[in-house]
């Protein structure tokens, strides 16, 4: 069965580093795109970062361009995201999530549990 | 492309239909457009995608419809684990937003 298992998640200062990890199984991880979704406390779902099937290209949310970056090593089957430049606006719970359907209907089908970035001085 | 989401709080009893809105800034396709429901503490779950197809395992109590600019998620009779916030989303190719979300609550 599909497994996303989000770690990486801790208290940062504001302008420091963190990256986050998501450990996939139960699917062929290279066929799918992926992406990560965050949730400030007591807030709404929003989108951060997408990666494509295969790693073909990458999009990201105007608040995070230029200082997250999402990645995948496929022999590991593990998609990342280095968040540099943190900001306390940063500070939510981050899902990974899997991008599924046929063209042209598409739609995250699997979610992880989420990981808890808090950015505080 | 903004995603509006009303009401924000939908105060119900168990039995009870629930109708929840979510208005876009401009058309989408109704295939690019998807239903979570979302419990505290919980990941968001798959309820309705294609703006109407229900995702596998999920009640034939919900129901998704509307096209263009206007979508709606009905849930025909409110079951107690059916209290929870429910986010529609939508994609464009090179970005993905959600609606802010409804809170449907036991009254």
């Known amino acids: 069965q599909v497994q996303l298992v989000e770690s990486g998640g801790g208290v940062v200062q504001p302008g420091k580093s963190l990256r986050l990890s998501c450990a996939a199984s139960g699917f062929a991880f290279s066929s799918f795109g992926m992406h990560w979704v965050r949730q400030a406390p007591g807030k709404g779902l929003e989108w951060v970062a997408a990666?494509?099937?295969?790693?073909?290209?990458?999009y990201y949310a105007d608040a995070v361009k230029g200082r997250f970056t999402i990645s995948r090593d496929f022999s590991t089957n593990t998609l990342y995201l280095q968040m540099n430049s943190l900001r306390p606006e940063d500070t939510a719970v981050y899902y990974c999530?899997?991008?599924?359907?046929?063209?042209?209907?598409?739609?995250?089908?699997?979610w992880g549990q989420g990981t808890l970035v808090t950015v505080s001085s | 492309i903004v995603l509006t989401q009303s009401p924000g709080t939908l105060s119900l009893s168990p039995g009870e239909r629930a109708t929840l809105s979510c208005r876009a800034t401009q058309s989408i396709s109704s295939s690019h457009l998807t239903w979570y429901q979302q419990k505290p503490g919980q990941a968001p779950r798959l309820l309705i995608y294609?703006?109407?197809i229900r995702a596998t395992g999920i009640p034939d109590r919900f129901s998704g419809s509307g096209s263009g600019t206007d979508f709606t998620l009905t849930i025909s009779r409110l079951e107690p684990e059916d209290f929870a916030v429910y986010y529609c989303?939508?994609?464009?190719?090179?970005?993905?937003?959600f609606g802010q979300g409804t809170k449907v609550e036991i009254k």
């Open positions: 989303q939508q994609y464009g190719g090179s970005f993905w937003t």
């Open positions: 294609g703006a109407y």
């Open positions: 990666t494509a099937y295969q790693d073909a290209v990458q």
């Open positions: 999530a899997k991008w599924s359907g046929d063209y042209p209907v598409y739609y995250f089908d699997f």
